[in-house]
């Protein structure tokens, strides 16, 4: 069997099927989301292949064909995206910078020189009271008592160090 009567043997509904049914794949991969583009898409391409094959080995030659195609329309989806032009999309363009008033759930720094009372005994962890916010803390290795003041000194990431406040 050649090429040529393979094609013509195609008929407008299955190369209505498969147009249709790439369109919606590459609009899946371009705009994820529910899959419902994905999904039709799937489904037009194996209808296609169904109303085109008579025999097995067609229909191995077709999937391998689809396959490939789509592999290459997801390369050109993942450069498009590495060059930014899936940004609208995909990318968030705007940050939540500090100086414009976002904290991070992680971020502690705020708590930095702030004084507050140990609930537990520091040896050398613990936890710590800081105007009603209940936080774990570590010491630089001093053994601190419960009740006592202590300082917030360092703050990394979620490590607190504290020290005991001299009265």
Do not use: W
């Amino acid at each position: 069997m050649d090429i040529l009567s393979f094609i013509s043997n195609i008929s407008l509904l299955s190369a209505v099927c498969f147009l249709l049914g790439f369109i919606l794949i590459i609009v899946e991969m371009y705009l994820p989301g529910f899959g419902a583009p994905g999904v039709t898409g799937s489904i037009l391409l194996f209808l296609g292949v169904i109303f085109t094959a008579r025999t097995f080995f067609e229909v191995l030659i077709l999937i391998i064909i689809i396959l490939a195609l789509l592999a290459m329309a997801l390369v050109v989806v993942i450069q498009s995206a590495a060059k930014g032009r899936l940004s609208k999309h995909l990318i968030l363009n705007e940050s939540q910078l500090k100086e414009a008033g976002y904290i991070g759930m992680e971020d502690l720094e705020y708590f930095l020189n702030k004084e507050g009372r140990a609930l537990t005994t520091l040896r050398p962890s613990g936890t710590a009271d800081f105007d009603g916010v209940r936080l774990d803390v570590v010491t630089d290795g001093e053994f601190i008592q419960k009740d006592t003041l202590v300082k917030i000194t360092k703050v990394q990431g979620r490590r607190i160090v504290v020290k005991a406040v001299d009265i």
